[in-house]
């Protein structure tokens, strides 16, 4: 309730000590049955993306630019499922870890080319091989 007053009554704002990270994760807390039913939420609408572009790539002429418009979204929306158990600011901490920095550079790389190869290029076997190091580096 205390947080609520301050926020309406405007005095409530990162401090000269506090961070912008630390301000980040307090506005985003959530109950653990809320941060549950997010992942859960989240993570179905992933993999039913993905299972739906798997579905789309045998549909003639237009099924390889649905699968890889479902697959990628399916992969974003299965990454941002974790970030409801985690929260943003841990989960991306544990994304740019020394062990896990390659492999997420990686994998955001080729979801962005993978998009970039479907639309802009034009070039879907560029694009199916950038899926498939999607799946390489989100397995790593």
Same mark, same amino acid.
């Given at each position: 309730?205390?947080?609520?007053?301050? $926020?309406?009554?405007? &005095?409530?704002? *990162?401090? %000269?000590? +506090?961070?912008?990270?630390?301000?980040?994760? %307090?506005?985003?807390?959530?109950? @653990?049955?809320?941060?549950?039913? +997010?992942?859960?939420?989240?993570? $179905?609408? +992933?993999? &039913? !993306?993905?299972?739906?572009?798997? /579905?789309?790539?045998?549909? *003639?002429?237009?099924?390889?630019?649905?699968?890889?418009?479902?697959?990628?979204?399916?992969?974003?929306?299965?990454? !941002?499922? &974790?970030?409801?158990?985690?929260? *943003? $600011?841990?989960?991306?901490?544990? =994304?740019?870890?020394?062990?896990?920095?390659? #492999?997420?550079?990686? =994998?955001?790389?080729?979801? $962005?080319? &993978?998009?970039?190869?479907?639309? @802009? @290029?034009?070039?879907? +076997?560029?694009?199916?091989?950038? /899926?498939?190091?999607?799946?390489?580096?989100? #397995?790593?």
């Amino acid at each position: 309730m205390d947080k609520l007053k301050s $926020v309406l009554s405007g &005095t409530d704002g *990162p401090n %000269e000590n +506090g961070n912008i990270l630390q301000a980040a994760n %307090e506005a985003s807390t959530l109950g @653990w049955g809320t941060r549950v039913k +997010g992942f859960i939420i989240c993570f $179905v609408i +992933g993999v &039913t !993306c993905s299972i739906l572009g798997v /579905c789309m790539l045998f549909i *003639p002429k237009v099924g390889i630019l649905l699968f890889i418009i479902f697959y990628t979204f399916g992969n974003i929306c299965s990454l !941002c499922s &974790t970030m409801f158990l985690m929260g *943003p $600011v841990k989960q991306l901490k544990r =994304m740019c870890d020394k062990t896990r920095a390659l #492999a997420t550079t990686i =994998m955001l790389t080729c979801l $962005v080319l &993978t998009l970039c190869a479907a639309f @802009w @290029w034009v070039n879907f +076997g560029l694009a199916l091989l950038f /899926c498939i190091l999607q799946v390489l580096a989100f #397995a790593w």
